[in-house]
């Protein structure tokens, strides 16, 4: 049973465009939601976080949009790069617990 | 710091081999975990540990051993590999952030079984 749905799998998108990404969580107990950026080759890192006490967190280019009653959140960045190219997850967890859950991923290709 | 640590960063078995994929975190963090990530299924948990001599199963823990002697090493055993093991390997530390835990990954292991 998948706790947090991510959507698309896959993602190409041209210089300048817009990216999106979607996740949907069953459980209505986690309350953090972070998402992972994972270069080829390398470990994921965090790359920005969100609490349903809030409706949107933006960190550059890059902006979370969280909508509690449907149980959804969205990565969104904007003028994508070719440099953005990488898998993105995202995750859902309780504040107490270590150990999130992760959504399975969703590979993007920014086209120069 | 060096953050976490794997190796070997490449490794390839035979079936019925064994070895242990080794992690190490300079952090000091108490929490730690193995993933693994395969195409299409994202990173799934197989085992992770809660500080020195505490250790639990995640979603995948069938032909895998860990244990954790001290804070900052937690390997990793493979003990009769499989095919179905090929997969990148991921250790990851914990710690807070914003009273949540944010993980921090290491560079992964590239396991091929054949």
């Known amino acids: 049973q998948q706790q947090v749905k991510q959507s698309p799998q896959s993602l190409i998108v041209q210089k300048g465009g817009i990216s999106i990404i979607n996740c949907a969580y069953e459980?209505?107990?986690?309350?953090?939601f972070p998402w992972y950026q994972q270069f080829p080759g390398k470990g994921p890192a965090l790359l920005i976080a969100?609490?349903?006490?809030?409706s949107e967190k933006k960190e550059g280019r890059f902006t979370i949009s969280f909508n509690k009653s449907a149980k959804q959140f969205s990565l969104h960045i904007m003028d994508s790069q070719p440099g953005d190219s990488a898998t993105y997850f995202c995750a859902a967890s309780i504040g107490g617990s270590y150990i999130p859950t992760f959504g399975r991923g969703t590979s993007l290709i920014v086209h120069p | 710091n060096a953050g976490v640590t794997q190796t070997p960063k490449f490794q390839v078995l035979k079936t019925g081999q064994s070895m242990t994929l080794q992690c190490a975190q300079d952090?000091?963090?108490?929490?730690m975990s193995w993933y693994r990530q395969d195409p299409g299924m994202g990173l799934r948990l197989i085992h992770y540990s809660v500080g020195a001599g505490i250790t639990d199963q995640g979603e995948v823990p069938n032909g895998y051993n860990v244990s954790r002697s001290t804070t900052e090493d937690f390997p990793l055993r493979l003990l009769s590999a499989a095919p179905s093991q090929t997969s990148v390997y991921f250790c990851?530390?914990?710690?807070?952030?914003?009273?949540?835990?944010?993980?921090?990954f290491g560079p992964g292991t590239r396991l091929t079984v054949t």
């Open positions: 459980n209505t107990a986690f309350d953090y």
């Open positions: 990851a530390s914990s710690d807070q952030r914003e009273g949540a835990y944010e993980q921090y």
């Open positions: 969100i609490r349903p006490d809030v």
């Open positions: 952090m000091n963090h108490e929490y």
